[in-house]
């Protein structure tokens, strides 16, 4: 099971975590990191033997950035939403990746799940209800929103005929 995928438990409701996806493991960034830093040491070695040293130092700094463009990437890649629904609340929880919390609270009798599907196929997600909106699961692909909005309009539908 991936960590997009809804989890349903008896008497709990829905709770889906939302997470961005990331294809490179820490492992795979490591070796990456090594054979890139390893070529250009190697590149900028041969520059500094024919004398172009300059070259050998601007070799570094594209390593440097490449360094930093990954770990700005893992760390946007700690963010994550949790949604919860039973028969008394919609509850959004907004986890950035500096730890701050956000959380939207609906009523599920009157929550209403937009998905806006663009001509070039992109999407749009939204929660709506009472004159409020939330945009939420902008990490996710088109497709796993199209999933995830009919699995929450199939939860909304539950809890709304959920008996007391």
Sequence with gaps: ???NEPLTQ???GFHAIL????????TGFLILMTLIGGFSFALGMMF??????PIFGFLGLD???VYVAFRL???SGRAFELVDVTRDQVLVTRVHPDGRREEFEFNPFWARVLLKEWPNGRTELRLVAQGRELLFGQFLTDDERRDFASALKGALIEARGARI
């Design 1 to 3: 099971m991936t960590d």
């Design 63 to 65: 390593v440097l950035l």
């Design 10 to 12: 008896p008497d709990s």
């Design 48 to 53: 500094l033997m024919m004398g172009a040293w």
């Design 19 to 26: 997470t961005p996806y990331r294809s490179l493991s820490p």
């Design 73 to 75: 990437n893992y760390r």
